[in-house]
C-alpha cells in the first residue's frame, strides 16, 4: 500500500496575498472554493509537483508563518533563485552543501521554504 503526500496546509493571515505570492512564484492555482461561509479552500502545486498546498480561512488553527522545513527540488537552485527573485520574493543567494545547492525562501506570513538543486552523485 503505497501512501502518499499530497496536501500541506499552510496557515496564512491573507488568503488573497497568499495566493497571488504563490501564482507570482510559478505555483499553479488549482482550486479557489468556498464551500461555506466559514471556510474557503485555495489549493496550489508547485509545476511537476504530485504535492500541492492550501491556504485558506478554516483550514487549520496553526499561527500564520509557523511552518517550517518545506522543501522542493529543482533542477537548477540558480534558475530557481533567479525565478524568485524575478517574482519580487526575498530569496537567499544559492548556497553550496555537501548534500546539495540550496536557495531559501519565506511567503509574506513568515512560512519557510528551501529549495534544493540535488548533488550529482558520483
Request: hydrophobic share 45%.
Amino acid at each position: 500500500m503505497d501512501w502518499k503526500i499530497e496536501l500541506v496546509a499552510l496557515p496564512v493571515t491573507d488568503v488573497d496575498r497568499a495566493k497571488n505570492f504563490y501564482t507570482s512564484i510559478g505555483f499553479n492555482a488549482d482550486h479557489d472554493h468556498t464551500p461555506t461561509p466559514d471556510i474557503r479552500f485555495v489549493q496550489l502545486t508547485p509545476p511537476g509537483s504530485a504535492c500541492s498546498i492550501a491556504i485558506g480561512t478554516g483550514l487549520t488553527q496553526a499561527q500564520p508563518g509557523s511552518v517550517e522545513g518545506l522543501q522542493i527540488v529543482v533542477a537548477s537552485a540558480d534558475e530557481a533563485y533567479a525565478q524568485l527573485v524575478a517574482a519580487g520574493a526575498e530569496a537567499s543567494p544559492v548556497v553550496d552543501m555537501d548534500w546539495g545547492r540550496f536557495t531559501f525562501f519565506a511567503d509574506p506570513d513568515g512560512n519557510k521554504w528551501a529549495v534544493q538543486e540535488l548533488p550529482k552523485w558520483r
